[in-house]
C-alpha cells in the first residue's frame, strides 16, 4: 500500500473523543515522520485535519457522487475501486463495488484495502471517522461552501493522486466558463428567485451554500439572499412578501421536487412567478453535487433567469 501518515487527528477535530492510536517516530528536527528520500506532500482537508502522502495512492474509496464524478474527470477512474450506491455518472461508475452513502459499510471499505478515502463532509459521522483513524485508514474530508471551493478541491485532488495538469486544465476551463456566462448577464435587471429545495418544510438555499451563489453568478436575486444559514427554512408570508419573480424545482430520480407538489404552488396567485407561468425545473445531479458539471448548472440557471442573453432560450 501507499506510505500515508495521517496528523492533526480526530481528537483536534471533533472534541470528546479518544485520542487516535500512538503515530509512527517522527524526525527528531522537523517533526515529520522518516520517509527515506521521499520529500512528503501536506494536504489539509476541511476538518483541518493534515495527511502526508510520500506518493500518489492507488487504491481510493469515494463517499460521494461529486467526488467520484471529479475522479472520473481528471483521469483517476482506475485508481477508484468503491463508491457509494448514488454514484452514477459518468454511467461507468455504477460498476464500481459500492459501500453505502449515508451509512458506509466500514466492512465493505476495509475489504477494498484502500490508500484513501476521500468523503463530504456532510452526513459523515465523527464515529466513522475515528474507525477509520484507529484501522489507519486515511480520510480525507471535502465541504464545498462556495464555486471556488469547488474549484479547489478538483485542483487539490489533481496534486493528490499525480493529476495536477488535467485537474489544474478542468478548473481554468471552468473559470473561463464562470466568467464568460457573468460576463452575459452582469448588466442586466436581476429578477427575484425562489429555489425549492424541499417543499414540506419549505426549504432553500441561503448565503453559505454554493446554490446561493450560483443563483447570484447567473443574474438572479436569491428571496432568501438576507437568511442566516445555508439552507433556511422558509414560511409563506415571507415568500408572499418577497414575491418571487421565478420560481426553480430541482428534479432528478434521486433527489427532487415531484410533479404533484409543483402544482401546489399554483395556488398562490398573487405571486409574480405565478402570474407570468415562470415555473422552471433543473437538474438537481447539475446544481446539488459540488463537482464539475456545476458550471453546467450554473449555465442553466443563466438561460432561466435571462433567456435574452442566450440565443437558445429555456422555455418554463
Known amino acids: 500500500m501507499v506510505a500515508i501518515f495521517l496528523i492533526a487527528g480526530l481528537a483536534q477535530a471533533h472534541e470528546g473523543e479518544q485520542p487516535p492510536m500512538k503515530r509512527r517516530q517522527q524526525g527528531i528536527l522537523t517533526g515529520m515522520p522518516f520517509m527515506a528520500n521521499l520529500a512528503p506532500r501536506t494536504f489539509v482537508d476541511d476538518l483541518d485535519r493534515k ?13 460521494a457522487p461529486s467526488i467520484t464524478e471529479v475522479l472520473y474527470a481528471i483521469g483517476s477512474s482506475e485508481e477508484l475501486v468503491g463508491v457509494t450506491q448514488y454514484c452514477d455518472y459518468p454511467p461507468e461508475a455504477r460498476l464500481k463495488p459500492k459501500v453505502g452513502y449515508t451509512h458506509p459499510n466500514l466492512e465493505s471499505i476495509m475489504a477494498l484495502q484502500p490508500d484513501l478515502v476521500l468523503a463530504p463532509r456532510e452526513f459523515l459521522r465523527a464515529d466513522f471517522l475515528g474507525k477509520l483513524e484507529q484501522l489507519k485508514i486515511p480520510a480525507f474530508i471535502l465541504d464545498a461552501k462556495t464555486i471556488e471551493d469547488v474549484l479547489s478541491h478538483i485542483q487539490t485532488l489533481g496534486r493528490m493522486l499525480g493529476r495536477s495538469a488535467s485537474a489544474d486544465g478542468l478548473a481554468a476551463q471552468m473559470r473561463q466558463r464562470i466568467t464568460e456566462i457573468k460576463t452575459r448577464t452582469a448588466t442586466l435587471p436581476h429578477p ?25 453568478l447567473a443574474g438572479g436575486t436569491n428571496i432568501a439572499k438576507r437568511a442566516r444559514s445555508a439552507y433556511p427554512r422558509l414560511n409563506m408570508e415571507e415568500v408572499l412578501k418577497e414575491d418571487p419573480e421565478l420560481i426553480v424545482f430541482p428534479v432528478g430520480s434521486v433527489e427532487g421536487i415531484p410533479e404533484s407538489e409543483q402544482q401546489v404552488w399554483q395556488r398562490w396567485t398573487t405571486l409574480s412567478a ?27 440557471f443563466a438561460r432561466i433567469i435571462h433567456p435574452e442573453a442566450f440565443e437558445d432560450k429555456i422555455k418554463p
Do not use: C, M, W
Open 51 to 63: 495527511i502526508y502522502l510520500a506518493k500518489a495512492p492507488i487504491r481510493i474509496v469515494s463517499l
Open 192 to 216: 427575484r428567485l425562489l429555489y425549492v429545495l424541499n417543499s414540506e418544510p419549505l426549504i432553500t438555499v441561503g448565503p453559505g451554500s454554493f446554490i446561493h451563489q450560483l443563483i447570484a
Open 274 to 300: 405565478v402570474k407570468r407561468g415562470r415555473f422552471f425545473r433543473i437538474s438537481s445531479d447539475l446544481v446539488n453535487r459540488p463537482g464539475p458539471r456545476i458550471v453546467e448548472g450554473l449555465e442553466i
